[in-house]
Each structure stands twice: as C-alpha cells, then as structure tokens.
C-alpha cells in the first residue's frame, strides 16, 4: 500500500500526475472498502464452519435432550425403528476406532518408510514420477475405492484370504526376522572374546534362523488354514482405507522431513553415522511434530470417509468376538448417517432422525480437535525449521 | 556393532523405503486395472443378437434388414427348442397326474431358464418388464445363462459347522426318456447360431439414457449430473476461493484474525465429507430451502463448501509462487495493489490457479457422501439446464454405490457398474493429469 500511493501521490514531479485532495480521499476510501469486502469474502470460510457447528449441533441436541447421553455412549443395542427404540451407538464408536486403527497401522509405517524414501534416498529425477503416482492414489473417488473393496477385493478375500495374509506374513516376516538374526549376532559376537566369536555367531544364526522359519511357517500354515467368513469386514476396509490416507501421510511428512535443514544432516554424516542412523536419531526426532501432524491427518482421512466403510465394512452394529478380530464386519459412524439417513429422513423431528446428527457432532468434534492439534504441531515443526 | 552390520541395516532401510514406493504403486495399480479393463468391456464388448434388436428397436440404430434377417435366422435355429417343449408339454396333459406331478416343476424352471437366456419364446405374449421381453445382450452373461438351463444348483446344509456347499446337478438327467431331452445338448451346440455373437463397439454407451433401473442402455443421465454437479459447484467455489486467495496472500496481515481464519480454512478441510452432507440437508434443504428437496443446486452448494478450503490452498500457493520481482517492477510503474494482483500477480499465477481448480473439480466429481442427502436420485432422466434449481439427479459416484448395493439384480448389471467406475475414475485422472502437466510447465517458466 504505501510504495504505491507514494509513488502515485506525492513524490512525483510532474504537476499533472498529482492527485487533488478529493481524488486522493476517494481512492482511499474505495481501498477501504475494498478491502472490507475482500474481508468478508474471505471470512465465509469462518461463517461456514460456524454455520456447520451451528446447524449440526442444532439437530443433535434434542437428541441428547430426549435420550441422556447415558445410553448413546455406552450402550450397543441399536434398534432405532424398534417400537421402543434403543440408540446405543457404542458399537459403531467401536467400529469406526477398529477400521481407524487398521487403517493407521497399515499407512503410517509405510507411509514414512515412503516419505523418508522420497525426501533423502530416491535421487530428484525419480521422484518426478513417484509423485504423481501418490497424487493419483489420492485422486481417486472413495466411491471407487469402495467398489473396488466390495467387488474385487471382498471376493478375493473369501476365497484367498487365508492364503493371502499367510504371503503378507512371509514378506514381511522374513526380512525382518534376517535383519533381527544379524543384528543379535553382531551384537552378542562382540560381547564374547575374539576366539568364540565366530562360533558363537554361526550358532546364534543357525538356532534362531531355524526358530524364525519354524515360527513362520507355523503362522503361515495356520493363516493359510484360516476361512474367511465374509469378505466385507473391519480387515477389508482397513487396508483399503490405509491405501486412502497414505497420500496425505506421505506428502505431510515428506514435508516436515525436507524442512529440517541440511545441516543436522550434515553434522551427522560428518561424525560418522550412515544414512539410516542419520535419518532414525537425527532427521526423525527433528521432523516429530510435523510426522505426529500427518498422522493426525491421516486418522482424519480414515475416520471420516464414508463410502468404503459403508460398501465394505459389513454394517453389522456388533462389536466383534474377541473385540480385536479384525476378520468380523463392522459398522462405523460414517456408515451409519449415509446408511439410515434414507429412512429417518421421512420423519425429520424424531429421535431417529436427531441421533445421526449426534453421531455427525461427534465426528465434528473428533475432526476439530484433531485439527487443531496437527495445525499446532505443523507450526511448532516450520517454527523449529525456520529457527 | 560393526560397520559390515550397520551398512546391512543401512541397506534395509533404503530398501524398506523403495518397498513401501514400490507397493503403493502396486496397489494403484492393482486397483486401476481391473477397473479399466472391465470398465472398457461395457463399451467393447462381444453383442449378441438381442443387443441389436433392442438397439434397433428403442433406438433406431443398425440395419433394419440385416437385423430381421438375423432374427429369422435364429428363430429358425431357436424353433426345434421350443417345438420339443411343446411336444412334451402335450404328452405331459394326457399322461397320469403322478408324471404330472413329477415333471411340472422341473419344466417350468427350465423354461424359465431357457427364457432367461433367449427372451420370451416366440408367439408368446409381450412381458410388461422390459428385462423379460429380451434374451441376454452379452455373450459373456449368456454363458452364465446357459450354465443354469444345463444344471440346476443346489444347496446342500447338512454340515451346520459350514456355509451351503454348492452342488451342480445336470438337468438332462432330470428329463430322461422325455422329448425334452435332447434339449440342453441341442442348445449347448447350437448357442452360437442362436445368438450371432459379434464384438461390438457400443460407444453410445456413454450417451445412451438407461431404461428398466439400468438393465439396458447407457449412463448418460448419471454424467450429465456429475457434470452438472461438479461445475456448480465450482461456480459458486472459484470466486470465493479465488478472492479469498488473493487477500490472503497479498492484502491480509499477519493479525490474530487472519490466524483464526486460516484456522477455520483448515477446519473446513478436515471436516468429514458425510457431514458436510449433513449439514446441506439441515442448512441449504431445511432451512434456506433453496429447494423442495433434493436438487442439483443444493448438492452444487454443499459440494462447493467441501472444496473450498483446497482451492484457496491451491490458489494460496499458486499467487505465493509468483516471483516477488514481478510484483515490486509493476509497483514501480505507478500500478496500484489491486491494479498490480489483476493485471500482473494473477496471469502469471494462472496456471498454478487452474491446477488447483482442475484438482478440485475432479475432487468435486468424485465425491459420493455429500450429495447422498441433497441431490442424488438413484433412476432419472437426463436434467434440462432450468432443471438443475429444482430436481435432483442420478450421478456416477452416488450410482456406482446405488448399482454395487442396493440394485435388485447386481450381478446382472456388472458392467454398467464398471462402466460408470471407468468414465468416473477416467475423468478424475484425466483432470489430474492435466493438473500435473500445467504444472511441469508452469515450474519450467517460473525458473527460467
């Protein structure tokens, strides 16, 4: 503002470029106003969350007037059309922690592994195209992802499920169990004089080699022997959903990893630590609260999306046997508004109709804190950045 | 440790990164390819002759002589069929009610079969259902068809400890030392001339309307919505994120307000997409009543709400990556601020603008939750422009959910699901894919 009024006004020699008084009044008062109205332009973002809290709020509470919040929470008999209508929702309050949960375990592990792969392993050329395969993984309608849960990747488990997760175990199982069997080795070799050493390697390689096949094997026979009831359960959706929030995890992360700065990298390495320790005691701690940020992001994304809980998630309002068996169907939150909106939508007022926007102000409110938390952590992690 | 172990872990460590890449990449495409292939087989797919008696019939295309000299041809093929049910039916009236008894059912389910498979035998009187009044258009569904009118399944549940076991029982031997006997083999031989299968290209797929809940015709309707849907909503998001945009980046200082707006921006982003339906129902329906009920208007502004936040992301970004010399050499010139953003800050932030608005409206196409509530229909004709104030609308993403769920034949109806799963997933990456593009060349400029 100042250059151009000066520039324009005053300092300027030419007598026919001066603005009078009044023209200099006008200009000021249309900046003004000008910028009040961009204000309130802007400021409709503000109007429309408040207007969301409002209005969700508004059609919430006479639920929690009529019905307490007693039952709501703690209850898992839902029967909202029975004569005398039971509304407790604990059991979709537990589906959609199971499915979120499912979800976080899958992404954030590989999600981070991937950050931390694109930010200081994969050279610049390569990542030109890792990019938009993340960003087309986030592109993806959740309806498609949906359809694909419920026609493809439902079936498959059914039948291979078994057989599938008996692989997963196997590829995941046997590298870590290597690397596990190395590090022992190394670590109990030093701790020995230098005559045993190498004997005392070979044994701890060969016992605890044998040990981890032998375990693996036996968890994957009995994986492979395990049928799956139905394909549409909290496992399904899970990773399903998992695939869903790691965008957001990557590219979060990948963020707070490149604003730690070359220097504590540097340092690092010049003291002697190869990438991999650079990266788990300097690089991580550093970026910690941006990766806690995308996190939250991520259990975001997974607890409030809907069309793939609601095609896959199997709708059933139980909590499952034993409460950690992922391979039982769900019903989540999410699932329950789109779900039973169409029936209480026909008799707006009642309780019916009032306990979905219950469950729609919970979810507000998770969502909102959840918010707050990752925008603090997010501005802790440029403030260590930029300080 | 030793330096040989911790290169080892070094190693793993890279390499669990280059896996976790590696499967994301599978998973896209483990997830796109089925849909793709099986998306295309809803246009590209091997026709029977029914197929193109209903095109000819409801929609005036093909060859009318070509197509009543298909027909005759398969009528002929078709007859011997029909004459050995006659004959058997006539035999079963004069015979004893105990052969009565024991072959009446039996026929009528194989007759229902066979009319599954071939439509409504001839001379027979019209079905009101428009399902029932054609045999199978898809070669591929008349196989299946076919496997039902050569065996009958059963159920078996005498082991209570598992699901129903499946068992395949061939009818023939149902109807042994009958005239109809002959009949499955018959069929089973003669499929192919009773139905000319030929690939065939049905790209007015995509410009058909459907008829009979989408047994049949395209999904025309359903992209109009979506496009409706998704351009009204960013009619009503582009001026506020856009403007929003540029007072944040050029006018607004760093005031405790201006924190608590971008605090309500990234709210807005993280509100979960269901509520936002919600809250179009309770606010734009119930309480503004922009419409009686449903309509595309309402959907238009609850979807516009939803991407607001990205969109002012985007142009946030966009206008920030301008060079700070642009701006200070048109401040220099005598151009005011708002003469400045106008003719210097926003062409060349342009490009950077239409990839978020690219992004965010194939955000807006895709999105299923908050339409459910204000304006999507599961069955409707295709909306006039003056329609959209008022009536509601079929959409790809909210009849992909209502196809794959709710549909009262899912399995039947397959491939319009993976159609509209193709055109929809298609339209979406295309945009992105012209976001990325944009902004290669965008990036490239800028630098140089």
């Not at chain 1, 209005?55 to 008999?77: M, V, Y």
């Not at chain 2, 172990?5 to 483990?30: E, P, W, Y």
């Not at chain 2, 590209?44 to 008696?53: G, I, N, Q, S």
């Not at chain 2, 008894?101 to 001379?123: F, M, N, Q, V």
Request: net charge positive; aromatic share 10%; with cysteine.
């Amino acid at each position: 503002m100042q250059t151009s009024v000066e520039i324009a006004g005053g300092k300027v020699q030419s007598p026919s470029l001066l603005l009078s008084n009044r023209a200099r009044l006008r200009q000021r008062i249309a900046a003004v106003l000008g910028n009040g109205f961009l204000l309130a332009v802007t400021s409709f973002s503000m109007l429309a969350v408040l207007f969301i809290f409002i209005f969700i709020a508004r059609d919430a509470l006479p639920f929690f007037q009529h019905n307490g919040l007693r039952e709501f929470f703690t209850s898992t008999h839902w029967y909202p059309s029975a004569g005398e209508p039971e509304f407790g929702a604990l059991a979709m309050f537990f589906g959609s922690a199971i499915v979120t949960f499912g979800a976080i375990l899958v992404a954030v592990p590989l999600g981070i592994a991937a950050a931390v792969c694109l930010s200081d392993v994969i050279p610049f050329a390569l990542r030109q195209f890792v990019k938009p395969i993340i960003e087309m993984l986030a592109a993806i309608p959740s309806v498609a992802y949906g359809f694909f849960a419920l026609v493809v990747f439902a079936p498959l488990l059914q039948q291979q499920g078994g057989h599938l997760l008996a692989v997963a175990v196997w590829i995941i199982g046997l590298p870590s169990a290597v690397l596990v069997i190395i590090v022992l080795s190394d670590v109990a070799g030093d701790r020995l004089s230098d005559r045993f050493q190498s004997w005392a390697r070979w044994g701890i390689i060969i016992i605890l080699g044998s040990g981890a096949l032998f375990g693996l094997m036996v968890i994957g026979k009995s994986l492979s022997a395990l049928r799956i009831a139905s394909g549409t359960n909290a496992f399904n959706v899970s990773i399903i959903l998992g695939i869903m929030a790691l965008p957001t995890i990557v590219s979060v992360s990948e963020d707070a990893l490149q604003s730690v700065g070359r220097e504590l990298r540097e340092g690092s390495y010049a003291l002697g630590a190869t990438r991999a320790e650079t990266i788990v005691k300097i690089v991580l701690p550093a970026a910690r609260s941006g990766i806690l940020a995308a996190v939250i992001l991520g259990v975001m994304r997974a607890i409030g999306e809907t069309m793939v809980v609601w095609m896959a998630s199997g709708n059933a309002s139980q909590i499952p046997q034993p409460w950690y068996n992922m391979l039982d169907p769900v019903r989540t939150l999410t699932a329950t508004i789109a779900g039973d909106m169409g029936e209480a939508d026909q008799v707006t007022g009642s309780s019916r109709y009032h306990v979905l926007f219950a469950m729609a102000f919970c979810l507000l409110v998770f969502s909102f804190v959840c918010n707050l938390v990752s925008e603090r952590f997010i501005r802790r992690s440029r403030q260590k950045a930029g300080g | 440790m030793n330096l040989k172990t911790r290169k080892i872990l070094d190693r793993a460590f890279a390499g669990s990164g280059v896996f976790s890449i590696l499967l994301m990449t599978a998973a896209l495409v483990v997830i796109l390819v089925p849909m793709l292939i099986r998306g295309w087989g809803a246009i590209y797919f091997t026709a029977t002759v029914e197929h193109r008696h209903l095109m000819l019939e409801r929609f005036d295309r093909g060859n009318p002589e070509r197509v009543a000299d298909e027909l005759n041809s398969t009528r002929e093929t078709r007859a011997p069929l029909y004459r050995m049910i006659t004959e058997f039916e006539k035999q079963l009236e004069t015979s004893d009610s105990e052969s009565r008894k024991r072959y009446t059912t039996p026929l009528r389910e194989l007759k229902k079969a066979i009319h599954d498979l071939l439509g409504p035998a001839p001379g027979a009187i019209r079905p009101m259902l428009m399902r029932d009044q054609y045999g199978q258009m898809r070669w591929g569904r008349a196989l299946v068809k076919l496997r039902n009118v050569l065996y009958r399944e059963e159920w078996d549940y005498s082991d209570p400890t598992r699901g129903g076991i499946k068992a395949l029982k061939p009818r023939a031997a149902e109807f042994t030392g009958t005239p109809v006997e002959p009949l499955c083999a018959y069929l089973e031989n003669n499929l192919t001339d009773m139905m000319l299968p030929r690939r065939t290209l049905y790209w007015q797929f995509l410009t058909d309307n459907s008829y009979d809940s989408h047994f049949f015709g395209g999904i025309w309707p359903e992209i109009l919505g979506t496009f409706y849907l998704a351009v009204g909503a960013m009619l009503f998001a582009i001026p506020l994120g856009l403007i929003a945009a540029i007072y944040l980046t050029e006018y607004a200082r760093e005031t405790r307000l201006i924190g608590m707006l971008r605090t309500c921006i990234s709210t807005l982003a993280g509100v979960p997409s269901i509520v936002f339906g919600l809250f179009g129902l309770a606010f734009f329906i119930n309480t503004l009543k922009v419409s009686s009920s449903k309509s595309v208007l309402a959907g238009s502004l609850t979807l516009a709400l939803m991407i607001l936040p990205t969109l002012i992301r985007a142009s946030e970004e966009a206008i920030r990556a301008v060079p700070h010399t642009y701006k200070e050499a048109a401040l220099s010139l005598g151009a005011g601020r708002w003469h400045t953003v106008m003719s210097v800050i926003l062409p060349a932030a342009l490009p950077g603008i239409l990839t978020g608005i690219v992004i965010s409206m194939g955000r807006a196409a895709g999105e299923t939750a908050p339409i459910i509530f204000t304006a999507a229909v599961s069955v409707g004709k295709p909306l006039a422009l003056w329609q959209v104030f008022s009536q509601p609308t079929p959409a790809l993403s909210w009849n992909i959910y209502n196809l794959a769920t709710e549909h009262e034949a899912v399995d039947e109806i397959r491939h319009v699901q993976y159609g509209m799963v193709l055109v929809l997933v298609s339209l979406v990456l295309i945009l992105n894919l012209a976001a990325i593009i944009l902004r290669a060349r965008v990036s490239k400029r800028l630098k140089g």
